[in-house]
């Protein structure tokens, strides 16, 4: 149960800055699931709504959209297969269900998506109120803080798709934070020689620990005539820089496809050379959230095949959020947590 009416949490209130507040505990709807709180990780997404480079961010909101909890109380109304005591990953979109998008499977382009700790109250607080939909019971080999990396991983599932690896395939991914690790883990154990570009020595080196075929700086790349079939046959980029992205691009062998995965400034333009893209045949994507991702997400943690758990390299309490901020916004480690239930 519950243990008190208020707690703290971390919200955006003004550009450029996190604040620590105390909040009410969420009242609970019809449809809707408690969640305390285990693990909520901090995210370049969040460092976006700091800045105010989220348009559709909302001033105010308690942040944290990739965590996870146990499932506190059940609302008498809502209807599911969840119990009391579970522990779940929780996808932050929540889409309106009645739109052209989500008649057409197509949910995560919905224009009327709300998105948990990014428009609506999320989960960097010890508790958070969600719809039932929204959480996945994640197997029990899965614990707290792993299960939090499950909305980021069925973010990069749904690249990978984009991407089309097949076995063989020479791939390049551009940046070794966690959203390029995750995309190594997954193309690497999917049968694809992968090369990781990153500037970080020890990023590099973590690259090696995920099935990296090789790992170099930004300086070492070198490309050829792609024309003649250099370069790679796909290239995701991780970073959301609008010189990666033009890179990306060079990079792609004709008939290759680049996949753009970070997330750049709103107003950025990377300069195109139509002839290039024409001449190469090339095929340019991008990505958008994690639609149908969550379920394999939580699977594929279950399953244990990558050691996801070392993307994990710092973990906070609520109290030390200013601490965790710090060390994210660093760039010193991987992937920072913060456990709101810890006291």
């Given at each position: 149960m519950v243990s008190a009416n208020n707690m703290k949490a971390a919200y955006w209130e003004t550009k450029g800055k996190i604040n620590m507040i105390d909040r009410e505990v969420p009242e609970l709807k019809p449809g809707e699931v408690m969640i305390r709180v285990t693990s909520s990780g901090l995210c370049g997404t969040d460092l976006h709504i700091c800045h105010g480079e989220t348009p559709h961010a909302t001033p105010e909101v308690t942040i944290g959209h990739e965590f996870a909890g146990y499932v506190e109380i059940i609302h008498p109304d809502t209807k599911t297969t969840l119990t009391v005591g579970q522990l779940c990953s929780i996808d932050p979109n929540c889409p309106c269900h009645a739109c052209t998008f989500c008649r057409n499977k197509k949910y995560h382009l919905c224009p009327y998506l709300s998105c948990i700790g990014v428009s609506v109250n999320g989960g960097m607080a010890?508790?958070?109120?969600?719809?039932?939909?929204?959480?996945?019971?994640?197997?029990?080999?899965?614990?707290p803080e792993l299960a939090s990396l499950a909305e980021p991983l069925s973010c990069v599932i749904h690249a990978v798709d984009m991407g089309s690896i097949k076995s063989g395939d020479k791939v390049l991914i551009m940046g070794a934070g966690p959203i390029g690790l995750m995309t190594l883990g997954l193309c690497s154990t999917g049968g694809a020689s992968v090369t990781v570009v990153e500037p970080s020595e020890m990023r590099r080196g973590r690259a090696i620990e995920f099935g990296a075929s090789n790992a170099i700086s930004p300086d070492e790349l070198e490309i050829g005539d792609p024309c003649m079939g250099d370069g790679y046959d796909v290239v995701f980029e991780c970073v959301g820089r609008p010189e990666t992205m033009e890179s990306a691009i060079n990079c792609a062998k004709a008939g290759g496809t680049v996949v753009w995965v970070g997330v750049a400034k709103p107003g950025v333009t990377v300069p195109v050379s139509p002839f290039d893209v024409y001449r190469r045949e090339l095929t340019i994507k991008s990505t958008y959230t994690n639609p149908f991702g969550m379920e394999r997400a939580v699977k594929i943690l279950g399953e244990g095949k990558v050691n996801w758990n070392a993307l994990i390299t710092h973990t906070f309490t609520l109290d030390e959020f200013d601490k965790a901020w710090e060390v994210f916004t660093s760039g010193t480690g991987l992937k920072v947590c913060v456990r709101p239930s810890l006291e």
């Open positions: 010890k508790y958070v109120a969600v719809p039932a939909s929204a959480a996945f019971a994640v197997p029990s080999t899965v614990g």
